[in-house]
């Protein structure tokens, strides 16, 4: 059950509330955000809600079952739309393309994304600074300094960015050099990582785990809201199975059901769903007829060259067309939603 709390509601009628929850056996959990203050109450006894909604100080209240509660649909109407500012945001109705490296090489090669990225109108570009590698002997990225430059340009051509947090300890160095904090599929349940970036007011890309399941997915983005931030995307990538013909399975059902289940904007990430450079394109179209708000992938001006993923990362001119068809998939979405 949420409980949403009046923004004027006073000490005095907060512990009416609990004194009420705890007669019926309920256990009530008090989160803040950037957009609301609410009570998450958990138990298992039946009863009028109507009880706890006519109390004083109670904005709304909503019977939700599932075990993750914040992110669900069963309470919000309206499905959530992230906010970055200058006429970027992301969900509902908002079709975003994030673009760019695997990694953050050199000042060059950024001046040439942004170059490439403005000029296909795209407004995010995607990147990494720190690298989570299987091999220790890897490129593992160009640490702060990397970012610090790559923030700069980046904001001086107009563009945000999203780039990969890994531990706890890097985020408040990174905060004010990032627009979107990324969670990759390593993390996905580093619960400790989930707790701080729910205390950051930044939003957050979270991935799907190499073997998560939907619901794990949506329990995680719950330790991000349930600590206090509610700008979360949720991010299919593929998850691992017996095949071997290529990256990971991209899960398209997954799309479709965390549309389902969640309010929260859902990304597709195609590069590292197939891993294969010829195929990232017809990826990503069905996934946004899947219904995806939004694509993350992988650019290079000469992919061979790459200093990680190669193989799955798409070259300038193909990405300009790929950029083309993928907005025009989107519209030809709208126009059949319509029928």
């Known amino acids: 059950m949420i409980i949403q709390l009046d923004k004027d ?45 006519m109390m004083a100080g109670i904005r709304d209240i909503h019977r939700v079952s599932d075990p993750y509660k ?8 309206n499905d959530t739309v992230i906010d970055l500012g200058d006429g970027v945001k992301i969900g509902a109705g908002h079709f975003s393309i994030m673009a760019g490296p695997c990694s953050i090489e050199s000042e060059k090669q950024i001046e040439s994304t942004i170059s490439h990225l403005v000029e296909n109108g795209i407004s995010i570009m995607r990147g990494g600074v720190y690298k989570p590698r299987s091999s220790p002997y890897s490129f593992r990225g160009l640490g702060m300094d990397g970012l610090k430059m790559w ?19 890097q985020i408040t160095d990174m905060v004010d050099y990032v627009d979107i904090f990324q ?42 809201f349930s600590n206090g931030n509610e700008k979360i995307m949720l991010c299919e990538r593929g998850i691992r199975s017996y095949e071997n013909a290529y990256r990971n399975c991209f899960d398209i059902n997954a799309i479709a059901m965390l549309k389902e289940k969640s309010h929260l904007p859902v990304i597709a990430d195609p590069s590292h769903g197939i891993g294969v450079r010829a195929f990232v394109e017809p990826v ?43 907005k025009k998939t989107f519209d030809l979405r709208k126009e059949f939603g319509k029928m």
């Open 151 to 169: 923030y700069a340009k980046a904001k001086e051509a107009g563009l945000k960015i999203i780039t990969e947090v890994m531990m706890v300890e």
């Open 284 to 326: 990503a179209l069905a996934s946004i007829m899947g219904g995806a708000d939004g694509v993350i992938m992988e650019v290079h001006q000469t992919p061979e060259k790459a200093f990680s993923d190669g193989q799955q990362t798409l070259s300038y001119k193909e990405a300009a067309n790929t950029y083309l068809k993928m």
């Open 183 to 224: 969670v990759g599929a390593r993390n996905s349940q580093n619960f400790n990582l989930l707790d701080a970036l729910g205390e950051v007011d930044k939003p957050v890309l979270l991935k799907r785990g190499i073997s998560g399941t939907i619901n794990e997915l949506l329990q995680a983005a719950e330790y991000i």
């Open 9 to 53: 509601i006073t000490a005095t009628q907060k512990e009416k509330l609990r004194e009420q929850l705890s007669g019926i056996d309920y256990e009530g959990n008090e989160v803040k955000t950037q957009f609301g203050e609410y009570l998450v109450a958990v138990g298992k006894k039946d009863f009028d809600i109507r009880s706890i909604g």
């Open 70 to 77: 914040l992110v669900s649909k069963k309470w919000k109407i």
